[in-house]
T-cell receptor
Framework: AQKITQTQPGMFVQEKEAVTLDCTYD???????LFWYKQPSSGEMIFLIY??????QNATEGRYSLNFQKARKSANLVISASQLGDSAMYFC??????????FGPGTRLSVLP | DTGVSQDPRHKITKRGQNVTFRCDPI?????LYWYRQTLGQGPEFLTY????????KSRLLSDRFSAERPKGSFSTLEIQRTEQGDSAMYLC????????????????FGQGTRLTVV
């Protein structure tokens, strides 16, 4: 069975600063994908970034980067230069051979002006 | 393409009634997923289809729940004899299959159907 753990129920960050959202995972699949989604108060799930288990380099997408440490089974999301619009719930998810997405409980990020 | 579309956006029903939700995925996506999300929690997997075949069902999907994707395009999720515990947001998502069941195909979500059972 696959499991995602996000130990930070809520995080605060000052505007323009960087923030790291933690994610650890557990799986027995040798190959898997890791995803981060953002869910603003409006409710839609927005895909942010993807990391493959065999990717040699950490993924980056604009202000988002993924700090992938395979041996530790962690896939932390780093948001640089936080903006007020980054305030939302953030979910870490994984997909293995079963091809369904397993989500963590989420972290609520609040960006302070 | 306008993305994943779900209908209705909101549904209020009395306990014991049946409800049906519809999801129209992105047209070229052959995978379709249903998730349930309660307030403050992450989405919980219910079931997923590849084309018209229902490949996996969660234990959360009791015998009161049934999902179909008859022609491999839109899907419906029916809940029979609704209970107050069924109150949640029901999310639909679709994705491409990718090559050789690749892991890197992200899911695109609809805006969800919020169900309230009174």
């Amino acid at each position: 069975a696959q499991k995602i753990t996000q130990t930070q129920p809520g995080m605060f960050v000052q505007e323009k600063e960087a923030v790291t959202l933690d994610c650890t995972y557990d799986t027995s699949d040798p190959s898997y994908g890791l995803f981060w989604y953002k869910q603003p108060s409006s409710g839609e799930m927005i895909f942010l970034i993807y990391q493959g288990s065999y990717d040699q380099q950490n993924a980056t997408e604009g202000r988002y980067s993924l700090n992938f440490q395979k041996a530790r089974k962690s896939a932390n999301l780093v948001i640089s230069a936080s903006q007020l619009g980054d305030s939302a719930m953030y979910f870490c998810a994984m997909k293995g051979y079963g091809q369904n997405f397993v989500f963590g409980p989420g972290t609520r990020l609040s960006v302070l002006p | 393409d306008t993305g994943v579309s779900q209908d209705p956006r909101h549904k209020i029903t009395k306990r014991g009634q049946n409800v049906t939700f519809r999801c129209d995925p992105i047209s070229e996506h052959n995978r379709l997923y249903w998730y349930r999300q309660t307030l403050g929690q992450g989405p919980e997997f219910l079931t997923y289809f590849q084309n018209e075949a229902q490949l996996e069902k969660s234990r959360l999907l009791s015998d009161r729940f049934s999902a179909e994707r008859p022609k491999g395009s839109f899907s419906t999720l029916e809940i029979q004899r609704t209970e107050q515990g069924d109150s949640a947001m029901y999310l639909c998502a679709s994705s491409e299959q990718g090559t050789s069941n690749a892991m890197n195909t992200e899911a695109f979500f609809g805006q969800g159907t919020r169900l309230t059972v009174v």
